[in-house]
């Protein structure tokens, strides 16, 4: 976004296009998948998503973390909650996930450095309580990015939909037990910015 002015939309549009067609290979058609989305960008992916699954003959839900009036007017996760309401999709406020197919957990990403606590850590819980399938969101929810540390409560994802690259706390500390399989989505990073940083990220062999 700094170097090469690529707007947070089309970059979010983009992480939403590869998490969709990761979790629709996860849920058959007709499955219900729920959507838990977080204050930032992460559950703006999860909005964005959600239209995508909708598209593919899934049924989304959202499940909202906070009030919709705390997505500030104008900003790529509100501008995508607002489209996901146009188009009917279910926006809730509750954590019943049980009965879902599939639970996506949009709720934290990589910016994350602080333990979870008050209200999000009974959400974290909800999700890993649900015992439910999980599809993360770049990372599981609670997981520090660069040490692999958990940050006071952390989902267990089955499989991460992680963008550009796989992250060092992957493979460090509690990251192997919590982020399963991992999934690379391509949001459009140009390619001089993966050379860049090639050496110092893992090697796990993801797609």
């Known amino acids: ?36 989305c977080g204050p930032g960008n992460n559950g703006g992916d999860g909005f964005a998503a959600a239209r995508h699954l909708a598209n593919a003959g899934r049924l989304p839900r959202l499940h909202l973390t906070v009030p919709p009036e705390k997505y500030p007017a104008g900003s790529d996760p509100a501008v995508n909650l607002e489209i996901t309401r146009a188009m009917g999709i279910a926006v809730r406020a509750d954590l019943e996930l049980s009965d879902a197919a599939l639970v996506l957990d949009a709720v934290f990403g990589t910016g994350l450095q602080r333990e979870v606590r008050g209200s999000f850590r009974k959400v974290l819980k909800a999700i890993r309580d649900a015992t439910r399938p999980v599809l993360a969101v770049d990372l599981p929810s609670g997981l520090d990015a660069d040490t692999g540390e958990i940050l006071g409560v952390c989902v267990r994802a089955d499989v991460t939909a992680t963008m550009v690259a796989p992250k060092v706390g992957f493979r460090t500390a509690h990251g ?32």
């Open 1 to 36: 976004m700094q170097e090469y002015e690529i707007p947070g939309i089309v970059l979010m549009e983009n992480a939403a296009r590869g998490i969709s067609a990761i979790a629709a290979d996860m849920v058959p058609a007709g499955g219900t998948i729920a959507i838990v």
């Open 176 to 207: 192997p037990a919590q982020v399963g399989r991992v999934e690379v989505v391509d949001i459009g990073a140009p390619a001089a910015i993966l050379a860049r940083f090639a050496g110092s990220l893992p090697d796990d062999g993801a797609s």
